[in-house]
């Protein structure tokens, strides 16, 4: 499984992981477009660099391109948009973090 590996500031990392945030942007740029052109199964984000930096995997539902949410850090130009599917794996998770996730969980089924 091929795997794209992406590092965030901690807002999004943090949106993303307690599921509010369901897409990641990146700029429209010679880079991103040779390398968001391969295929993917799997997006990776890390809050930082390091081998104990917070990390989660998710599935990778596709990429297109289009008008992000500003609210969700978009600028106001089109844009690469990562489309992202369930949490599959995570590593170094602050326990707050993971406790704001859970009490997120157990609200919606509510």
């Known amino acids: 499984m091929r795997t794209l590996q992406l590092t965030l500031k901690r807002q999004w990392f ?4 307690l599921g509010i ?3 990641e942007y990146r700029e429209i740029k010679a880079f991103w477009e040779v390398r968001l ?4 199964e799997r997006v990776e984000f890390r809050n930082g660099y390091g081998h104990h930096v917070p990390a989660m995997t ?3 539902k596709g990429v297109r391109k289009g008008q992000g949410k500003p609210e969700h850090g978009a600028p106001v130009e089109d844009v690469f948009i990562i489309s992202l599917g369930e949490l599959l794996d ?3 998770i602050p326990d707050e973090l ?5 009490g997120l969980k157990q609200h919606q089924k509510q």
Do not use: F
């Open 37 to 40: 052109s391969k295929e993917y």
């Open 14 to 17: 943090e949106m993303i992981y």
């Open 98 to 102: 993971k406790q704001k996730r859970l």
């Open 90 to 92: 995570e590593n170094n």
């Open 21 to 23: 945030k369901t897409e």
């Open 58 to 60: 998710l599935n990778m």
